[in-house]
């Protein structure tokens, strides 16, 4: 299951509601229209993916398939966000197109505790111990 795996690398609720999301989000934008890529184009900022996304029109009717839902494309989503809103909360900023994602989540890995951030909560996910999940 997924969302094992996904616990089993120190993922907590919040992440993985984080990556559902925007693989969600991201279903529904390549089917609307042009890539983000090709609105963005080379050396695009965060801020500007940002604006684009809050100005894009998506049909949220359309089922989102379960295959999308990969281990592979949550963790993706999770570095995209940790290379862009991520480091912009804490006043920083990528530029370029080449930008080494496993760096970015080894420094906001040690210099935020990223992946030991959480809040006592009811379970949203299934959790082998059961039971509310406390930070």
């Known amino acids: 299951m997924v969302v094992n795996d996904l616990r089993s690398l120190g993922w907590k609720d919040w992440h993985i509601l984080l990556g559902i999301k925007n693989v ?3 279903y529904w934008l390549e089917r609307s229209g042009p890539s983000i890529a090709t609105v963005l184009g080379p050396g695009a900022t965060s801020k500007k993916l940002e604006d684009l996304l809050k100005q894009q029109q998506w049909d949220t009717k359309v089922p989102v398939p379960a295959s999308e839902f990969s281990r592979e494309n949550l963790d993706f989503q ?3 966000v940790m290379a862009g809103s991520e480091l912009r909360r804490i006043g920083l900023e990528l530029y370029g197109p080449d930008i080494d994602v496993s760096a970015v989540r080894e420094f906001l ?3 935020t505790a990223y992946w030991n951030v959480d809040v006592e909560h009811e379970e949203i996910f299934p959790h082998e111990a ?3 999940v406390s930070a």
């Open 130 to 132: 059961g039971g509310p």
């Open 78 to 80: 999770i570095g995209l």
């Open 109 to 111: 890995t040690r210099r």
């Open 24 to 26: 969600a989000m991201n």
